[in-house]
């Protein structure tokens, strides 16, 4: 510190506080080597977040050199010019931290290879919509779209499993998926598929997405091509390989930009409770189509998801036949544009039989369906479908599915389901 004539007291309190700061904790030093490295590339850094699918993204930066003080100190410094706006001395609380597009566009480019950028966006930790950052890199191999989201999540909750656990390859065709357990309890999943199901065009997406054991999700989203749709490809694979995925969401500035996010009001006592059906539990439709089935076919393997939808694949002797399931609730505004033209049964049920090509990529696939919607308010909605083939994204193996219409009819009627209403 230079000497002056009069003595500063913000240097006082910064001397006391990193004093105090050196002296009472213990250091992460893989992290503080981390975080020096990043923060020595200030002119580059903080810029990266966005959720992708649908999965938005943010980045941040700071102002500044970084350093350690005690969180309730005065004298910390602000992260970003709007976190300091309207407080003494340009600091802030880290409560009043936040973090702007641009700043989560420079911690972007700080954390990647050198490259050049094209088309930038982002939105800031306070933006309504969350926190984002998206822009086109190229390392010299061809342009790419890369994005960046953050938001919070329920520990524990079905949407953790669903963001961190591999897809059904019966479902969604890829690559390669792993799914870990990192030491501090977050889980990383790291998927290489196509932002195409059906595989219709060849534009490739590569994701990783990391939940804390605190709640805080982020998601980073690679294409072979500048755009994530209507785009023509631009190199063989995306920039970012799964290790470089690993490193840039694992980045401790990522989960920062997350507890940036203003969190939403507890809801009033007095406010009424919601009186929707919850979602019916993909496990109990499962498990109510397996025993609906005919005893003639054999069940290949099974799946599903987390709430609403099931499938088996049966074989009957003549090859292997995909039969799904979707059960739902508040389906009766839908009545007149999904059944028009159908049956209405005597008890009220209206009734729809569907024979079409099948939805995806395989050669050849039919697919037959029975949709059904109980009488009441509840709009309550069964809809079977099966397939002349165990994988709708392959060729057909079978001439027709493995269930006839009138057995669809039938599992799609069955008081059974009943029981999930």
Known sequence: MLETDRPDPFEDRLSAALRDAGDGFQADRAALVTAGRVRGRRALLRRRTAVVGGVAGVALAGVGGALVLPANDPATPARSNAASAGTPNGTATAAAAAFTGDDLLR???????????????ARGSDHQLGPSAHLVYDDGAGAAAIGMGFARVEPGSAQVRELTACPDDNLTPYDDCTSDRLPDGSTLRLYQGYEYPDLRVDTKLWTADLVTAEGQHVSVSEWNSPAEKDAPISRDEPPLSTERLRTLVTAGVWREVVDAIPKSPKPSRSTAPRTERPQVSGKSVGDTLAGLLPGTLDVVTRGGQESEYAYVVVDDGRGRSLVQINVQHGMADAAGQLYAGGEILPDGTRL?????????????????????????????????????????????????PALTMEQLRKIALSGEWDRLR
């Open 352 to 400: 729809v039989t569907r024979q079409a090509p099948g939805e995806k990529a395989g050669a050849g696939v039919v697919m037959w369906s029975v949709d059904t919607l109980r009488p009441g308010p509840a709009g309550f909605r069964v809809v079977i479908s099966a397939f002349n083939t165990g994988d709708q994204n392959k060729d057909a193996t079978r001439d027709a």
């Open 107 to 121: 911690e972007l480019k700080g954390l990647l290879p050198q490259g050049t950028y094209g088309e930038e966006s």
